[in-house]
């Protein structure tokens, strides 16, 4: 019983790693499929989440022309990694 739940263990951190990796080769080969606008990233994922991810200086932006472009993957993945806590609290009861 201890196997499997290592195995499992390590498999969600595989696949999570082969992700990433498969996130960092799209934006390095294809930026513009990864770049959300301002307007779109607070239709994606809320204005008042993202005006507080760029409070604490979270989220990070730049700026092409006159719009301010966002990474999806990086706005993605901060928003796994705040709900990865909720994950661990729900599994241990």
């Known amino acids: ?3 499997l739940e290592r195995f499992e263990k390590y498999k969600e951190r595989i696949v999570l790693v082969s992700e990433m990796v498969a996130d960092r080769i799209i934006r390095e080969c294809i930026p513009m499929e990864d770049e959300i606008s301002e307007n779109q990233a607070r ?17 990070h932006w730049r ?13 993605d993945g901060i928003r796994q990694q705040e709900r990865e806590p909720a994950k661990l609290i729900f599994k241990k009861k």
């Open 1 to 3: 019983m201890e196997r």
């Open 43 to 59: 239709k994606l994922y809320g204005d008042k989440w993202l005006r507080r991810q760029k409070r604490y200086k979270i989220a």
């Open 63 to 75: 700026k092409v022309g006159t719009r301010t472009m966002y990474s999806r993957k990086d706005l």
